[in-house]
């Protein structure tokens, strides 16, 4: 096996004949899972923000089936929406960019109950065109929710980066993992996750937190607040300012 890993040319087919060597004469025994379970209130937690005006884009590494499977456990697709894909006919990632833009502006007609699902791969291409890019990004601005699934730590970053200069409004990124860090860094706010994957997010984070339902807090209650003080602060300066002009 390790010379067939190790194998110049060729090493996929090595690898398989080593692996139909290897599996002759057994049988079938069992078939074990490995369930990641969410933390708790993170149904609660999203759905709180979607109602408070936030949109919500999830960039995780995960194939699309199992981005598919977090998105509806997390409430990020409701039951009422359904999922638009941009896939070809043939089920495989867009990499044609007139194909890209005849999707987005279907998906413009019908975002009003459509999750926008798109893969790393075909976010290449939409990343590597500038009339593809700001396509993509004025529409989907507009979505419900976004998915972005199979990407890179890079790719996180610059999707992150791309929001700020489409929307030009305020974006937070939260993370609990090393490849996390990129995104979290092109964030106007970053928030970091203390989890089992380590501290990486955490420490490069402007705000650390131990679990994602205390998102709502933070967001809801100590944001508002202290942008209130900071509003409260700046009309004290200015009133301060007039009073000694006119003394």
Request: net charge neutral; proline share 1%; glycine share 6%.
């Amino acid at each position: 096996m390790k010379a067939a890993k190790t194998s110049m040319g060729n090493r996929e087919q090595e690898i398989l004949k080593v692996i139909e060597s290897l599996e002759l004469d057994m049988d079938f025994l069992a078939v074990t899972g490995v369930e990641d379970k969410l933390q708790e209130n993170v149904l609660e937690t999203i759905e709180t923000l979607r109602q408070a005006g936030v949109q919500i884009w999830m960039l995780t590494g995960d194939k699309i089936e199992t981005a598919k499977c977090i998105a509806i456990s997390t409430g990020l697709k409701t039951k009422k929406e359904q999922i638009f894909e941009l896939l070809d006919e043939k089920n495989k990632d867009m990499t044609d960019k007139d194909e890209i833009m005849n999707a987005m502006d279907h998906f413009a007609r019908v975002r009003e109950n459509h999750m926008l699902m798109i893969t790393g791969t075909t976010l290449d291409v939409v990343l590597a065109n500038p009339k593809v890019l700001n396509k993509f990004f004025d529409v989907a601005q507009h979505a419900r929710s976004v998915c972005v699934c199979r990407c890179s730590p890079m790719q996180k970053a610059a999707v992150a980066k791309q929001i700020i200069a489409t929307t030009g409004k305020r974006i937070a990124c939260v993370g609990d993992g090393g490849n996390d860090v990129p995104m979290i860094m092109e964030a106007d706010v970053g928030l970091g996750i203390v989890g089992k994957e380590g501290k990486q997010a955490s420490l490069a984070a402007d705000f650390s937190i131990m679990k994602f339902m205390h998102i709502k807090k933070l967001l809801l209650w100590h944001g508002r607040l202290s942008y209130k003080r900071s509003a409260s602060l700046s009309q004290f300066v200015c009133h301060r300012g007039m009073i000694i002009s006119f003394i």
